[in-house]
């Protein structure tokens, strides 16, 4: 070990001269810190020091106080002939001045609702929303919009990128991404950036499966189901979320790319070069409950409403299409122990439902992109957060910490900051308190 290395260094160490168009931007990088080795290899290199476009163009739109850079960017060096460039990349994971967040993992929430983002805005990094949460969850909610004061999605966007600062990504699904003309989906996507700004505007982008802009009606209409099995659809069909994701990061957009259940689409996702990939696990975890305990039933019974109830269920719940009511008992059952067989995990992994949070995580290990992060979302109940924190702690995630994302509402997030003993010792507290008053 240096006998240096424990000698704290920064940028203002160096006594370099500032540019002269630049003498008060160059204020904001001084405290920028270096390691003794780049200390001495710059001493004897530079004479000068600037600062990059990058970082001129972000204080400047994010108004930003003299001698500080705001949170959501890392800082870079370069040399540029005799002269120190510090500039900015997005990050994040890092605070203001470039200090790295409390934790490597990162936390995000679901929602469109300024009054509801405002209390957590200082925990998260990310925020994300879909039409539902706009629309459904917000803007035509009046428990919610209250007063109706905002009117339409882009006064909404703007409130939230006010609320959440320049810190935190806003990831936000387009309205209709089975629109034929990428134009119009593109057009879309530059409203967002211009309204949330280049460095915050994440586009979410759904895997489509067979759902096609022919076909989509049929989930709004009847019963609700399509009328193709969820992996029957045509090649250009189920690669149409992975087409646009990768359409939409070639024009220059970070995408979220989302509605991932299974282990076997990371591999496929990431081909198309997203920020993010997802684990969702509410759902999946649930259902997967209910089709073993069916299994079980008609494994130990035998009884033949019992597969009624499988197929129904399998069903309601895209695993069949529409018109598959009198498909036979052995298909039926064929499907539920492919479900029940993809959904095992490894031998000796916890049934904890997470075993798509696991592979995800080992396939952005092996994957080339060292900027991409796994958002872990769709959660409910007492025991899901709980079960993420504790796969946050497993020693072969060590080092993935820092590409992870959780995300769920706010009061979901909220009530994990509480135990019964909290209440217990407060009223120990107040008693005492109100006693000496």
């Given at each position: 070990m240096s006998t240096y290395s424990a000698v704290s260094l920064a940028v203002k160490d160096l006594g370099l001269a500032a540019q002269t168009d630049q003498v008060d931007d160059v204020q904001r990088v001084l405290n920028t810190s270096i390691d003794y080795g780049t200390f001495d290899l710059l001493s004897r290199r530079v004479k000068n020091l600037?600062?990059?476009?990058?970082?001129?163009?972000?204080?400047?739109?994010?108004?930003?106080?003299?001698?500080?850079?705001?949170?959501?960017?890392?800082?870079?060096?370069?040399?540029?002939?005799?002269?120190?460039?510090?500039?900015?990349?997005?990050?994040?994971?890092?605070?203001?001045?470039?200090?790295?967040?409390?934790?490597?993992?990162?936390?995000?929430?679901?929602?469109?609702?300024?009054?509801?983002?405002?209390?957590?805005?200082?925990?998260?990094?990310?925020?994300?929303?879909?039409?539902?949460?706009?629309?459904?969850?917000?803007?035509?909610?009046?428990?919610?919009?209250?007063?109706?004061?905002?009117?339409?999605?882009?006064?909404?966007?703007?409130?939230?990128?006010?609320?959440?600062?320049?810190?935190?990504?806003?990831?936000?699904?387009?309205?209709?991404?089975?629109?034929?003309?990428?134009?119009e989906i593109l057009e879309e996507a530059e409203r967002f950036r211009e309204i949330l700004s280049p460095w915050r505007v994440v586009i979410k982008v759904p895997h489509t499966g067979p759902v096609t802009a022919d076909n989509y009606r049929q989930l709004l209409t009847g019963n609700g189901q399509l009328d193709v099995a969820y992996d029957k659809g045509s090649t250009a069909d189920m690669l149409r979320g992975h087409r646009l994701a990768?359409?939409?990061?070639?024009?220059?957009?970070?995408?979220?790319?989302?509605?991932?259940f299974e282990p076997y689409q990371a591999q496929l996702a990431l081909q198309a070069r997203p920020a993010f990939i997802n684990s969702f696990i509410r759902h999946r975890k649930l259902q997967s409950e209910r089709i073993t305990n069916l299994l079980a039933a008609y494994e130990s019974s035998g009884e033949a409403h019992v597969v009624d109830e499988l197929r129904?269920?399998?069903?309601?719940?895209?695993?069949?299409?529409?018109?598959?009511?009198?498909?036979?008992?052995?298909?039926?059952?064929?499907?539920?122990?492919?479900?029940?067989?993809?959904?095992?995990?490894?031998?000796?992994?916890?049934?904890?439902?997470?075993?798509?949070?696991?592979?995800?995580?080992?396939?952005?290990?092996?994957?080339?992109?060292?900027?991409?992060?796994?958002?872990?979302?769709?959660?409910?109940?007492?025991?899901?957060?709980?079960?993420?924190?504790?796969?946050?702690?497993?020693?072969?995630?060590?080092?993935?910490a820092g590409r992870i994302v959780i995300t769920t509402e706010p009061q979901y997030l909220a009530r994990f900051t509480s135990t019964n003993q909290v209440v217990s010792y407060q009223r120990r507290f107040m008693k005492a308190a109100d006693g000496a008053s």
């Open positions: 600037g600062v990059g476009d990058e970082l001129q163009k972000v204080v400047a739109y994010f108004k930003t106080p003299s001698g500080e850079t705001p949170a959501g960017f890392r800082r870079v060096m370069r040399l540029a002939g005799d002269t120190l460039i510090v500039d900015l990349e997005r990050d994040i994971s890092r605070d203001t001045n470039g200090a790295k967040r409390p934790t490597k993992t990162l936390y995000s929430a679901d929602s469109a609702n300024p009054y509801e983002v405002e209390p957590i805005a200082p925990f998260i990094a990310n925020l994300t929303c879909n039409p539902g949460i706009i629309y459904d969850l917000f803007l035509n909610n009046p428990e919610a919009n209250v007063g109706n004061k905002y009117k339409d999605r882009d006064e909404v966007m703007t409130a939230l990128g006010d609320v959440l600062g320049p810190g935190c990504d806003i990831s936000v699904e387009l309205n209709n991404p089975f629109n034929p003309n990428f134009d990768l359409k939409l990061h070639e024009h220059g957009f970070r995408v979220n790319f989302t509605l991932m129904s269920y399998l069903i309601a719940n895209d695993y069949l299409p529409a018109g598959s009511e009198n498909v036979s008992e052995k298909d039926v059952l064929a499907k539920a122990n492919d479900v029940q067989r993809h959904r095992g995990g490894r031998d000796g992994e916890p049934a904890d439902g997470l075993d798509n949070v696991r592979h995800n995580l080992r396939a952005l290990r092996q994957a080339n992109l060292p900027d991409t992060r796994l958002i872990i979302c769709s959660m409910e109940g007492p025991d899901m957060y709980p079960e993420i924190d504790r796969l946050l702690t497993e020693p072969e995630f060590e080092d993935m």
